[in-house]
């Protein structure tokens, strides 16, 4: 957990023991390989943006977390939709009603973003995506804003929990009224890499881009 790791945070090199890890270049079996790159200093850096969310409510102070994907805004265990009601840089951006609401770093959003349907976006794109999950109305789609943003969402929902996972960390349920701020962190990650591997042929090798058979 990148986020948890504050000021203390070092480089990363990711080597893939399960099945998709856009983060990793190698696999398991490839370790070796990696190690000697290591060692001889053969390994290049990405600089990765990560979030500052901060949870602030009338009643308690301020709760500031860091995330390294996303932070997601869900409905628990209820099987009804939410609402969510966001503004960027202080202006209204719209009411979501759906089953929850990621906003995602261009790391993220080959996570849990990808899956609900948002774009792909390159580590140095300079921009942050906000993605629905099945929202209720059709016309609600992912928007792509710059990362110098402030995304504020606050939790509209009355009748029904919402919770905030940053990072897949333990959900913190939000009380009515309470607000989120995201927005760019200072801190950044830097991911260590293969010399020969670059963000795009790792999107080829995990989605099987291997062009038409047609």
Known sequence: MAGQLGDAIKPIFGINV?????????NSS??????ESIARN????????????TIR???????????????????GEESRLIRLSARLDGEPLTEFNADGLIVATPTGSTAYSLSAGGPILAPESG??????????????????????SLIEIEATERDYPVF???DGRESVRLKTGM?????????????AALPDMSFFSVVRRKLKWSGSNV
């Open 18 to 26: 399960g099945s998709l890890g856009f983060l990793t270049c190698v």
């Open 30 to 35: 490839a370790y070796r390989e990696a190690v």
């Open 42 to 53: 053969r390994i290049t850096f990405s600089r990765r943006t990560l979030l500052d969310v």
């Open 57 to 75: 409510g009338a009643d308690k102070p301020a709760a500031r977390s860091l995330a390294l994907n996303d932070a997601v805004f869900g409905r």
């Open 127 to 148: 921009v942050l995506v906000i993605t629905p999950i099945c929202p209720h109305v059709l016309t609600n789609r992912s928007i792509i804003v710059a990362e110098s």
């Open 164 to 166: 905030l996972s940053v």
């Open 179 to 191: 607000v989120v701020a995201i927005r760019k962190s200072k801190t950044t990650l830097q991911l």
